[in-house]
């Protein structure tokens, strides 16, 4: 288990910042840079695979990916990486 937090922590630290949001405008809405569109963007920021993360979301009730309205998953990079440096500590 210690490796595997290792391991995480370490690629938060590489993806944090390197990975860029999806666009910063969507028609007239502003959206902020800080939030992560799509399973597969989280997945890669992360550096975990799609069934990891869904395993942390039913297992985890503050772990912060949320479905999108059924459409898809959304998140905010700095949840994940305030989240995850709480859950390494653990």
């Known amino acids: 288990m210690r490796t595997f937090q290792r391991k995480l922590s370490q690629n938060l630290k590489e993806a ?7 666009g910063t405008q969507t028609g007239d809405v502003e959206m902020p840079l800080d939030i992560l569109f799509g399973m597969k963007t989280i997945c890669k920021f ?7 993360i ?3 979301m039913r297992e985890y009730d503050d772990f912060p ?8 998953y959304v ?5 994940l990486n305030r989240w995850f440096r ?5």
């Open 16 to 22: 944090d910042g390197n990975l860029p949001a999806r």
């Open 46 to 52: 992360l550096g975990r695979s799609e069934p990891t």
């Open 54 to 56: 869904i395993k942390f």
């Open 65 to 72: 990916v949320r479905r999108d309205n059924g459409k898809g």
């Open 75 to 79: 998140a905010s990079r700095s949840e």
């Open 86 to 90: 709480e859950w390494v500590k653990e």
